[in-house]
Nanobody, 114 residues
Framework: QVQLVESGGGLVQPGGSLKLSCAAS????????MGWYRQAPGKPRNLVARITPGGSTNYADSVKGRFTISRDNAKNTVYLQMDSLKPEDTAVYYC????????WGQGTQVTVSS
């Protein structure tokens, strides 16, 4: 069992940056696949970025070169650095952990608008 809490969302202008954080209630990164997902109104929840227990990463084509997923094992925290933000990035962003089952954070709103 693990609890996940996201933070760092907010309003940013196009071209700006935000860094999201996901704090886990215990050390899980050696056994869990960690991911960031996002969901816009009327659209399905889609994978944005993922990091494996071994540290490998992958990204949705729409964010490659702009977003970076990373983790700090000592802080039990995974991050999503978002640069060169576009209005199309507007969504609720969710942290996910897979350890035989899916665990989700509550979500944090990211709005990209002038």
């Amino acid at each position: 069992q693990v609890q996940l809490v996201e933070s760092g969302g907010g309003l940013v202008q196009p071209g700006g940056s935000l860094k999201l954080s996901c704090a886990a209630s215990r050390s899980i990164f050696r056994i869990a696949f960690m991911g960031w997902y996002r969901q816009a109104p009327g659209k399905p929840r889609n994978l944005v970025a993922r990091i494996t227990p071994g540290g490998s990463t992958n990204y949705a084509d729409s964010v490659k070169g702009r977003f970076t997923i990373s983790r700090d094992n000592a802080k039990n925290t995974v991050y999503l650095q978002m640069d060169s933000l576009k209005p199309e990035d507007t969504a609720v962003y969710y942290c996910n952990a897979y350890i035989d089952d899916d665990y989700w954070g509550q979500g944090t709103q990211v709005t990209v608008s002038s």
